[in-house]
């Protein structure tokens, strides 16, 4: 899924959201794959996210010069203009949300718990490195431990 704004870029995350600042347009370009076009190794499939990522860079490169996907019709709107309609309840029910997080913050000793468990725990693993790289440490750790469990079987 790739996602261009062609008037107001998103750029302070929930802020823009807090104040009522929403892109004026939307457009989303989605591509549906078949399990069968997808690489069974992992060297493949890196390789393939690799170049996944470097069209859609492509795509959204070309939507930023054209305005739109090449791909797009533009007499058929996704949502129709009554959208704008549910702008005002979203916004309650975002804000609603935001304020029964701080009241459980302030009130709750098991939020208050989660919220430092998480916080130290996604700290550990900034500082560790990303949370991928974790896991390609893991990975080779398994390989290396049935490598060797395979040697000693096949010597003794």
Same mark, same amino acid.
Do not use: C
């Given at each position: %899924?790739?996602?261009?704004?062609?008037?107001?870029?998103? =750029?302070?995350?929930? %802020?823009?959201?807090?104040?009522?600042?929403?892109?004026?347009?939307?457009?989303?370009?989605?591509?549906?794959?078949? %399990?069968?076009?997808?690489?069974?190794?992992?060297?493949?499939? $890196?390789?393939?996210?690799?170049?996944?990522?470097? $069209?859609?860079?492509?795509?959204?490169?070309?939507?930023?010069?054209?305005?739109?996907?090449?791909?797009?019709?533009?007499?058929?709107?996704?949502?129709?203009?009554?959208?704008?309609?549910?702008?005002?309840?979203?916004?309650?029910?975002?804000?609603?949300?935001?304020?029964?997080?701080?009241?459980?913050?302030?009130?709750?000793?098991?939020?208050?718990?989660?919220?430092?468990?998480?916080?130290?725990?996604?700290?550990?693993?900034?500082?560790?490195? =990303?949370?991928? $790289?974790? $896991?390609?440490?893991?990975?080779?750790?398994?390989?290396?431990?049935?490598?060797?469990?395979?040697?000693?079987?096949?010597?003794?």
């Amino acid at each position: %899924m790739t996602l261009g704004y062609p008037k107001t870029l998103p =750029h302070r995350g929930e %802020m823009d959201i807090l104040t009522g600042t929403f892109p004026e347009e939307i457009h989303v370009h989605i591509k549906r794959y078949n %399990m069968s076009d997808i690489p069974a190794e992992k060297p493949e499939i $890196d390789s393939w996210l690799r170049e996944l990522w470097y $069209d859609k860079e492509k795509r959204l490169e070309n939507f930023y010069k054209e305005g739109k996907f090449p791909e797009e019709d533009e007499t058929k709107p996704y949502f129709p203009s009554s959208a704008d309609s549910f702008r005002i309840p979203i916004f309650l029910i975002w804000n609603s949300g935001l304020f029964l997080i701080f009241y459980l913050v302030l009130v709750s000793p098991v939020t208050r718990s989660y919220l430092l468990f998480s916080n130290v725990l996604l700290f550990v693993l900034s500082t560790l490195g =990303h949370i991928e $790289d974790i $896991d390609r440490k893991f990975e080779n750790i398994d390989t290396q431990t049935e490598t060797q469990t395979t040697s000693e079987s096949t010597t003794s």
